[in-house]
T-cell receptor, first 114, second 112 residues
Framework: EPEVTQTPSHQVTQMGQEVILRCVPISNHLYFYWYRQILGQKVEFLVSFYNNEISEKSEIFDDQFSVERPDGSNFTLKIRSTKLEDSAMYFC????????????FGSGTRLTVV | SQKIEQNSEALNIQEGKTATLTCNYTNYSPAYLQWYRQDPGRGPVFLLLIRENEKEKRKERLKVTFDTTLKQSLFHITASQPADSATYLCALPSGGSYIPTFGRGTSLIVHP
């Protein structure tokens, strides 16, 4: 069964530092997403990416965040000047089409900002 | 935008019984609705899709219904097993986007 791979599984960073979360989507999928889940809360959409550009983003995805597909396999989320409230699980997901038939999520990166 | 409501209280049932989870939405009927399973510390796993013109969908022990009049979807697990214990999330598009918004999920605990 193909899967979405995320690294690292855990990341601890100091407030104000920059972090890069990495994802390898399923190889034949064309749409990529980042979601986050603060502990005990719901899964929240951050951004979608298609054809090498952002196709949609939420209010959460402000100038602090950026995404990139640096090569043919990786998809990254960069968070600049991290804040305590950025502590959350960050999930990458991919879909073959626009995702109506469901997204495949990775296992997530737990980000802790101290 | 759409408000999605799932019962925040955990559902406790005995093994072998049918679990029924509810997802209500408040505004316009979405083009589709999805159900996911999430285990602690893991990403959601897609289970079933139901489209607005479908009333019911089945997959093995799972059944989803979609009532656009009641603005509600029901998710059923028949012959439940302790391994079915997890949080179940519904997701549907809102605000004119095709991107699904997730509900908070309902925790299901199946007791042996």
């Amino acid at each position: 069964e193909p899967e979405v791979t995320q690294t690292p599984s855990h990341q601890v960073t100091q407030m104000g530092q920059e972090v890069i979360l990495r994802c390898v989507p399923i190889s034949n999928h064309l749409y990529f997403y980042w979601y986050r889940q603060i502990l005990g809360q719901k899964v929240e959409f951050l951004v979608s990416f298609y054809n090498n550009e952002i196709s949609e983003k939420s209010e959460i995805f402000d100038d602090q965040f950026s995404v990139e597909r640096p090569d043919g396999s990786n998809f990254t989320l960069k968070i600049r000047s991290t804040k305590l409230e950025d502590s959350a699980m960050y999930f990458c997901a991919s879909s073959e089409g626009q995702g109506i038939d469901g997204y495949t999520f990775g296992s997530g990166t737990r980000l802790t900002v101290v | 935008s759409q408000k999605i409501e799932q019962n925040s209280e955990a559902l406790n049932i005995q093994e072998g019984k049918t679990a029924t989870l509810t997802c209500n939405y408040t505004n316009y009927s979405p083009a589709y609705l999805q159900w996911y399973r999430q285990d602690p510390g893991r990403g959601p796993v897609f289970l079933l899709l139901i489209r607005e013109n479908e009333k019911e969908k089945r997959k093995e022990r799972l059944k989803v219904t979609f009532d656009t009049t009641l603005k509600q979807s029901l998710f059923h697990i028949t012959a439940s097993q302790p391994a079915d214990s997890a949080t179940y999330l519904c997701a549907l598009p809102s605000g004119g986007s095709y991107i699904p918004t997730f509900g908070r999920g309902t925790s299901l605990i199946v007791h042996p």
